[in-house]
């Protein structure tokens, strides 16, 4: 009987003591906080991926309510429906942001540019690139050895293992930047995107002259200016021989794909040309 | 035998071409002289296409206190200046020159005269050695004035003379001891004059004993010169490793080996000194060996700086056809080339070639804890753990344990029985956290 | 042709986890051929039961459940059956053997991650769940030289470790040494022991410091505890049970054992001074596999210390 009783008597005041001890803790230690940060928090996408430029989803909520407004701030993730959550929690205004997307300014294949060399390091694109130029004689080209694929939290970005070619789904894709800052050769543009996931870019970055460059790679941009020449919008700049469109300015009309001498401008989520 | 004391392995030497003398590569029709064939700034050229050179004029100048002059190896006219394709695919400007005759600048002393003393001050062998282009030639290729300029609160009391060549396959070191033994004393003690020190060490491994015979024969005669004999492991010839064995003193993490009273330099930077000072003649040869187990003919040879490499390796018969690798430099911490047709630069001190049978790397498995590259690792670090901090991409924890340390020695890699690339990711680590350390000082600026 | 392209260095021992492992089991072999030589048929089948349902499991696991290339050929299977079936008696019937090698494979190396990943060593695993959950067949151990075919009817007694414990040890040396004893297969032979062991070291499968320092550590202790009174003198603490066994061939396990040698040397004492305590106090004879499993789950902190760095600045003195 006695035992049962003790039991409870001992159990009992170690839970007691242990709650108290808590709570006292608890009091002791409490942070005051801004309820609006667990809130933003809550509405935020919470994928932690640093495509604010903040640590992660908490930070950049404690931005938001430090700053009390939303200038340079903007989770690219959730788009112009988070942001108006937010906005609305801090009681402003939204500002509305165009929607983008990565896109990769390399579209070369083992057929288009010939290799010179066999690699056989570890497949990473960084220690490639510290090492050398690279499987072909472009300098400025894609590795495919995915450290984008892998810096990527959403899976946006396949490699087709049959061409090597590293694509980026529009679908899938936030435009978190985080494969830019991955891609050792800065091939990796967050740019615009159109109704319909639609865009138009130069996918190439060689910046030799346009012969070196057709030499290392037929499907290089040559830095021809005949895309420049046919655009109505002035969306077309070449600077050291290669041509960049702008995302903000382009109609999509396509002018400039039909004209490319190698087929370097890509039009996504388009009926192929008839040329 | 002495030796250093932590980590260290043992690859098989590989020294085919000890036993073949150097060979003269006959002057070629044209030479391109790379402006960038040192750490530091690229030289800065002050000749003009179609401007008339002679052997061992100043054709680019040094741009700063850490670059180096360089001078024409031969002599003709400037065709161009322009950039080429190294053989890692980088562009690098270069001077180009076509070749008629071969008129020597007439300071420079081509009577082949041994000249044992020298009389010269310690700032006037600084200087000679700074104009003559000098830099190190243990493939690392920094400026050697620098290296003679050691911070003014160190006070240096040894020069310790690399003749350890611990990489596989090299030997011009090797021979340069033995067929220019007399000539490389002079030149130490024409280092020691310009360090102001009267204690000099020369540590030579022991799988080169007719080396050790040759200089300590001629030691025997010098004051203050002693050549040491060091166990033959792998990597004997890194810096701090070599300052260890030869002296017993550590140089400390991060700083130079001055620190600790010591300046080291290299035997072939020592033979192309005693050249510089003695005879005026500035740095426009390179010492190498051309050597593989493919190879019907290995050698050595003495090649005009801006020849192209296939012309060296076409002395004994070009490349091998069944060549699947080939290195500038040796095995262990050489670099893989794409191909041979790129000139010779200060850089080139061996092409090794490794047939395609036992070039490719093997197929890596997981890691089995077995703290072989622990073992292996000559600066104690784990090499294991950085390397797995690499993958996942943790640059502050790298930094904590001491990445910055590494040297790329590639004994991790070499021992790991799960072949895992060690090295690959730790480089990535270690190019990281040097730009985050870079970063942060620039911020605190 | 195309030349390859990769990272110095450009040249590898050739040293490979398959022969790190074939090393091993090359070492184990003399002692196997004494088991062979004292319990007959039995040794044979424990070992071949051992091993083939190891390596089954592996690959099954693998092959089903992990939907990975297969890794026994790396041979960890064969090393991990091996020296499972070291730690059982002879006769123990075949299906707790399968039992064993399942929850030494299954548990102990897979559910981890497989080999590299497993915090403890995967053979005692295996042993110490059998030791618990069949005790009464796990410690029935027969009589060594009772001729060839003997497998489960092989009549059984104590081992010299249970005679120690109730205090009736009349054995010799020399039979310690060469095996005539009662025992696991493995653990009879202190002789086959050491020479496997000391072609590991020659080999540069393991170093030293581990074997060295459970042993030391654990002919101190007894030395100590003998002097006051307590306990069996040190030869025989050494020799007998699975204390060599234990110290070259199980605490050496790569993936369970630090990796630094200040780490393995403590490793090794907490070993010694474990197995030591379990076997003068515990209600166990045999410590070992528990010493070691208790020290394998220090191993993490243990990594944590770092190995002597060239150029370490040197604490100044103040």
């Known amino acids: 009987?006695?035992?049962?009783?003790?039991?409870?008597?001992?159990l009992g005041g170690v839970?007691?003591?242990?709650?108290?001890?808590?709570?006292?803790?608890?009091?002791?230690?409490?942070?005051?906080?801004?309820?609006?940060?667990?809130?933003?928090?809550?509405?935020?996408?919470?994928?932690?991926?640093?495509?604010?430029?903040?640590?992660?989803?908490?930070?950049?909520?404690?931005?938001?309510?430090?700053?009390?407004?939303?200038?340079?701030?903007?989770?690219?993730?959730?788009?112009?429906?988070?942001?108006?959550?937010?906005?609305?929690?801090?009681?402003?205004?939204?500002?509305?942001?165009?929607?983008?997307?990565?896109?990769?300014?390399?579209?070369?294949?083992?057929?288009?540019?010939?290799?010179?060399?066999?690699?056989?390091?570890?497949?990473?694109?960084?220690?490639?690139?510290?090492?050398?130029?690279?499987?072909?004689?472009?300098?400025?080209?894609?590795?495919?050895?995915?450290?984008?694929?892998?810096?990527?939290?959403?899976?946006?970005?396949?490699?087709?293992?049959?061409?090597g070619i590293v694509s980026v789904d529009p679908e899938k894709c936030t435009a978190c930047g985080a494969c830019a800052k991955a891609c050792p050769r800065h091939l990796i543009e967050i740019?615009?995107?159109?109704?319909?996931?639609?865009?138009?870019?130069?996918?190439?970055?060689?910046?030799?002259?346009?012969?070196?460059?057709?030499?290392?790679?037929?499907?290089?941009?040559?830095?021809?200016?005949k895309c420049q020449k046919v655009c109505e919008w002035d969306a077309i700049t070449i600077e050291n021989n290669l041509a960049h469109i702008d995302g903000d300015k382009c109609r999509m009309c396509r002018k400039c794909e039909q004209g490319c001498p190698t087929k370097a401008i890509h039009a996504v989520n388009f009926k192929p040309l008839e040329r | 035998?002495?030796?250093?004391?932590?980590?260290?392995?043992?690859?098989?030497?590989?020294?085919?071409?000890?036993?073949?003398?150097?060979?003269?590569?006959?002057?070629?029709?044209?030479?391109?002289?790379?402006?960038?064939?040192?750490?530091?700034?690229?030289?800065?050229?002050?000749?003009?296409?179609?401007?008339?050179?002679?052997?061992?004029?100043?054709?680019?100048?040094?741009?700063?206190?850490?670059?180096?002059?360089?001078?024409?190896?031969?002599?003709?006219?400037?065709?161009?200046?322009?950039?080429?394709?190294?053989?890692?695919?980088?562009?690098?400007?270069?001077?180009?020159?076509?070749?008629?005759?071969?008129?020597?600048?007439?300071?420079?002393?081509?009577?082949?005269?041994f000249k044992p003393t020298c009389n010269l001050s310690a700032e006037v062998i600084k200087q000679k050695i700074a104009d003559a282009g000098i830099v190190?030639?243990?493939?690392?290729?920094?400026?050697?004035?620098?290296?003679?300029?050691?911070?003014?609160?160190?006070?240096?009391?040894?020069?310790?003379?690399?003749?350890?060549?611990?990489?596989?396959?090299?030997?011009?070191?090797?021979?340069?001891?033995?067929?220019?033994?007399?000539?490389?004393?002079?030149?130490?003690?024409?280092?020691?004059?310009?360090?102001?020190?009267d204690r000099a060490l020369i540590g030579i491994e022991s799988n080169k004993q007719d080396a050790i015979d040759e200089l300590d024969r001629i030691a025997a005669r010098k004051e203050g010169i002693e050549v040491i004999k060091l166990k033959k492991k792998y990597p004997q010839g890194g810096e701090k490793q070599l300052i260890q064995a030869l002296t017993d003193r550590e140089v400390e993490s991060g700083q130079l080996p001055s620190s600790v009273g010591v300046v080291v330099q290299n035997i072939a930077t020592v033979f192309a000194v005693y050249e510089a000072v003695q005879l005026n003649k500035p740095l426009i040869e390179m010492y190498m060996s051309i050597s593989g187990k493919e190879m019907e003919q290995n050698g050595n040879f003495c090649a005009r700086i801006g020849t192209s490499v296939k012309d060296v390796v076409a002395m004994i018969g070009g490349m091998p056809e069944n060549t699947g690798k080939i290195i500038a430099g040796g095995p262990m911490m050489g670099k893989a080339m794409i191909h041979i047709d790129t000139p010779v630069t200060k850089r080139t001190t061996g092409i090794t070639f490794i047939s395609a049978k036992s070039a490719p790397r093997f197929k890596a498995s997981a890691c089995i804890r077995c703290a072989r590259c622990i073992q292996a690792c000559p600066m104690g670090l784990e090499p294991y753990l950085l390397y797995k901090k690499a993958l996942r991409q943790d640059w502050d924890f790298m930094e904590a344990h001491h990445i910055m340390d590494c040297m790329e020695c590639g004994c991790c890699t070499f021992t790991c029985p799960s072949r895992q690339p060690l090295l690959d990711y730790i480089r990535v680590g270690k190019a990281t956290v040097a730009n985050n350390i870079r970063a942060r000082k620039s911020n605190e600026k | 042709?195309?030349?390859?392209?990769?990272?110095?260095?450009?040249?590898?021992?050739?040293?490979?986890?398959?022969?790190?492992?074939?090393?091993?089991?090359?070492?184990?072999?003399?002692?196997?051929?004494?088991?062979?030589?004292?319990?007959?048929?039995g040794a044979l089948l424990v070992t071949a039961i051992s091993v083939a349902s190891c390596v089954l499991f592996e690959f099954l696991i693998q092959r089903f459940l992990l939907k990975k290339a297969s890794t026994i050929g790396d041979l960890s299977a064969i090393v991990t059956g091996l020296l499972l079936a070291f730690n059982l008696p002879s006769n123990l019937p075949w299906w707790i053997i399968i039992i064993g090698a399942l929850v030494a494979i299954g548990i102990g190396k897979m559910s981890f991650g497989g080999l590299g990943n497993n915090p403890f060593n995967p053979a005692l695993v295996g042993r110490v769940f059998l030791l618990i959950s069949f005790p009464a067949q796990m410690t029935s151990w027969p009589l060594p030289n009772q001729g060839f075919m003997h497998y489960m009817n092989a009549e059984t007694g104590a081992t010299p470790l249970a005679k120690i414990a109730n205090g009736s040890l009349n054995i010799s040396l020399n039979d310690l040494l060469i095996g005539q004893t009662g025992g696991s297969l493995g653990e009879v032979s202190a002789i086959a022991l050491i020479i496997g062991a000391v072609f590991l070291l020659a080999t540069g499968t393991i170093r030293y410091y581990i074997p060295v320092s459970i042993l030391g550590t654990a002919a101190v202790f007894t030395a100590i505890l003998h002097a006051c009174g307590i306990g069996t003198d040190v030869l025989t603490q050494l020799l007998t049970g699975g204390m060599i066994l234990g110290a070259c061939f199980m605490a050496t396990d790569y993936a369970t054992s630090p990796m630094t040698k200040l780490g393995q040397i403590i490793f090794g004492v907490g070993i010694g001074i474990i197995t030591v305590l379990i076997r003068e106090f515990g209600i166990y004879p045999e410590g070992m596999s528990f010493a070691i499993l208790i020290m394998n789950a220090v191993t993490p902190l243990l990594n944590r210390l770092t190995p002597r760095r060239f150029g370490a600045p040197k604490k100044k003195k103040q």
């Not at chain 1, 030499?215 to 941009?221: G, L, N, R, T």
Request: hydrophobic share 40%.
């Open chain 1, 15 to 163: 839970g007691a003591f242990a709650a108290l001890a808590l709570f006292l803790t608890a009091k002791q230690f409490h942070v005051q906080e801004d309820s609006r940060i667990g809130d933003i928090e809550a509405t935020l996408p919470n994928a932690n991926c640093g495509g604010c430029g903040y640590a992660g989803c908490r930070q950049f909520a404690e931005a938001c309510v430090s700053a009390g407004n939303l200038e340079n701030k903007r989770c690219p993730v959730g788009g112009d429906a988070v942001m108006s959550q937010v906005a609305g929690i801090l009681g402003i205004e939204a500002t509305s942001g165009s929607p983008q997307v990565a896109v990769i300014r390399c579209a070369a294949d083992c057929a288009k540019r010939p290799t010179t060399n066999t690699y056989d390091g570890a497949k990473n694109c960084k220690i490639a690139n510290a090492l050398y130029i690279g499987e072909s004689d472009c300098p400025y080209g894609c590795f495919g050895y995915g450290d984008c694929k892998d810096s990527c939290q959403f899976g946006a970005i396949s490699i087709d293992p049959e061409t």
């Open chain 2, 1 to 113: 035998m002495k030796t250093f004391k932590i980590g260290g392995i043992h690859p098989h030497d590989n020294k085919l071409s000890a036993g073949r003398r150097f060979e003269q590569v006959p002057v070629p029709k044209e030479v391109i002289i790379q402006l960038n064939q040192h750490i530091g700034a690229p030289a800065i050229p002050i000749v003009e296409p179609g401007e008339e050179v002679k052997v061992g004029q100043l054709i680019a100048k040094a741009n700063g206190f850490v670059s180096a002059n360089i001078h024409s190896s031969v002599s003709g006219k400037v065709s161009k200046i322009d950039t080429i394709t190294d053989a890692w695919g980088t562009r690098q400007q270069a001077i180009f020159i076509d070749v008629e005759g071969d008129v020597w600048m007439p300071d420079i002393d081509t009577s082949c005269k």
């Open chain 3, 1 to 41: 042709m195309k030349k390859l392209i990769s990272p110095a260095p450009h040249i590898h021992s050739g040293d490979s986890v398959t022969r790190r492992m074939g090393y091993v089991i090359l070492a184990l072999l003399p002692a196997w051929g004494v088991s062979l030589w004292q319990f007959g048929l």
């Open chain 1, 1 to 10: 009987m006695y035992t049962i009783l003790y039991t409870i008597l001992l």
């Open chain 1, 191 to 225: 740019r615009h995107k159109g109704p319909k996931n639609r865009f138009v870019y130069v996918a190439c970055s060689n910046k030799d002259k346009g012969a070196v460059a057709r030499k290392a790679c037929e499907a290089a941009c040559i830095g021809c200016t």
């Open chain 2, 136 to 197: 190190g030639l243990g493939g690392a290729c920094f400026p050697t004035h620098v290296k003679l300029n050691p911070p003014k609160e160190h006070a240096i009391d040894t020069l310790i003379i690399n003749g350890a060549e611990c990489e596989p396959y090299l030997t011009p070191n090797h021979r340069l001891m033995i067929e220019k033994g007399e000539e490389i004393m002079v030149g130490v003690q024409i280092l020691m004059r310009a360090l102001g020190v």
